[in-house]
């Protein structure tokens, strides 16, 4: 499987995951609220923990009342790196009638804190995946559309481009390339430009048999926009045609 459906593809599917987590997050708390009663609560101490970075964080431990005199204690699901509240402060409190030890304090950050978590984590993740996604399929379509095009370019280099008698280098393996365990090879030449007293090298297109054994010359033919010297097409119609293909020029 092509890492470029992996990746955004597991962006997506995690990003899609947080976000329904964090919708039922949202009508659980919403649902809470609605059925919850009010009581004035106060810090009676901090519960000490440690974050996922190893700083030490607290949670405010809270005492109230019911409207039944039923005394409850509980500790918020809200920590922070610092003991906040105070003890000895007095905070609003909401709870389930049913059960008094479902409580937290009513405040923004304690009752919808751990929703915007995860519905900002959900759409980071959804909105990356989309984005690899695109890019990827963007390289795809691009790409596919220059391998249509190549035959035409390359037909036209042949008739029209500036012919470079380019001396055999090295005959490789492009273990880069791999299909059904096969790895192809590569023709490697190199043209020595007195202009400029440079070498340029050039490479055949993926071989997929060893061509040692057919090439007799040490001057292979390369043909190459007068104008751009990157843009060529190695001829290789001395080797021996491969069942399927049309031509022999890389």
């Known amino acids: 499987m092509k890492v470029e459906r992996v990746v955004p593809g597991l962006f997506s599917i995690i990003g899609l995951g947080l976000l329904v987590a964090s919708v039922f997050v949202y009508l659980n708390t919403r649902n809470f609220i609605n059925a919850s009663a009010k009581a004035q609560g106060t810090v009676i101490a901090h519960a000490q923990g440690r974050s996922s970075d190893g700083d030490v964080t607290y949670a405010p431990v809270i005492s109230f009342r019911t409207e039944s005199g039923q005394t409850v204690e509980f500790k918020s699901g809200t920590s922070s790196t610092s003991a906040s509240p105070p003890v000895g402060q007095q905070v609003e409190v909401l709870y389930n009638p049913q059960r008094p030890e479902e409580a937290e304090i009513n405040s923004f950050s304690s009752l919808w804190a751990l929703n915007i978590i995860l519905a900002g984590l959900g759409a980071g993740f959804f909105i990356v995946g989309t984005i690899v996604f695109m890019v990827f399929r963007r390289a795809s379509v691009d790409s596919e559309k220059a391998a249509r095009l190549r035959p035409q370019q390359d037909e036209r280099l042949r008739r029209e481009g500036r012919k470079l008698m380019t001396k055999l280098d090295a005959v490789i393996r492009d273990s ?42 040490e001057r292979i033919a390369v043909y190459v926009e007068p104008e751009d010297i990157e843009m060529y097409v ?17």
């Open 176 to 217: 880069s390339v791999e299909v059904n365990g096969r790895s192809p090879y590569k023709i490697i030449t190199q043209w020595h430009d007195e202009r400029t007293n440079s070498v340029r090298v050039f490479e055949s297109d993926p071989i997929w048999f060893n061509p040692e054994e057919f090439i007799k010359s």
């Open 234 to 250: 190695m001829d290789t119609s001395f080797l021996p045609k491969l069942h399927g293909d049309d031509d022999n020029f890389s």
